[in-house]
C-alpha cells in the first residue's frame, strides 16, 4: 500500500485538521487517529506536526483551545475552530480544487 509522503500533506493538513473540527471540538489523539482512519492508513500525522498545527492555527485565531476531559476522566486540551477557522477552511478547500485541477493536467493516464 502506497502512503503520503509528509511534503505532499504539509500544506493540508491545517485542512484536515480543520474539516474535523467543523464537526465537533476534539483534542489531538482523537484528531490524529481520525486521520488516519478517514485516510485508510495511508497518512499518518506526526505529533509533532500536528501539535505544531494546532499551536499556528491557535497562534492565527482559527481554531481555540479549552481544557476538557475525555469519556475515560483523563484531563485533555480540546480544539475547536473559530468562524475565522471556518473561512480558512473555506479559501483552503477552493486553494485545494484549483491545486488538484492544475496538477491533473501534469499526470500521465498511462501510469
Same mark, same amino acid.
Given at each position: 500500500? /502506497?502512503?503520503? /509522503?509528509?511534503? %505532499?500533506?504539509?500544506?493540508? !493538513?491545517?485542512?484536515?485538521? #480543520?474539516? #474535523? &473540527?467543523?464537526?465537533? =471540538? ?19 500525522? +506526526?505529533?509533532?506536526? &500536528?501539535? /505544531?498545527?494546532? $499551536?499556528?492555527?491557535?497562534? $492565527?485565531?482559527?481554531? *481555540?483551545?479549552? =481544557?476538557?476531559?475525555?469519556? !475515560?476522566?483523563? *484531563?485533555?486540551?480540546?480544539?475547536? @475552530? ?9 479559501? +483552503?478547500?477552493?486553494?485545494?480544487? %484549483?491545486? *488538484?485541477? %492544475?496538477?491533473?493536467?501534469? @499526470?500521465?493516464?498511462?501510469?
Amino acid at each position: 500500500m /502506497s502512503t503520503i /509522503s509528509s511534503d %505532499v500533506s504539509r500544506g493540508y !493538513n491545517d485542512t484536515m485538521i #480543520l474539516y #474535523l &473540527l467543523s464537526a465537533a =471540538p476534539s483534542y489531538g489523539y482523537a484528531i490524529s487517529k481520525r486521520i488516519k482512519e478517514l485516510s485508510e492508513g495511508k497518512y499518518i500525522i +506526526k505529533e509533532t506536526t &500536528l501539535y /505544531s498545527a494546532f $499551536n499556528r492555527m491557535e497562534k $492565527n485565531g482559527y481554531i *481555540k483551545s479549552f =481544557p476538557g476531559t475525555a469519556d !475515560n476522566g483523563k *484531563k485533555r486540551t480540546y480544539y475547536q @475552530i473559530t468562524p475565522q477557522g471556518m473561512e480558512y477552511y473555506k479559501e +483552503k478547500c477552493q486553494e485545494w480544487k %484549483v491545486t *488538484k485541477e %492544475v496538477i491533473e493536467k501534469f @499526470i500521465s493516464q498511462t501510469i
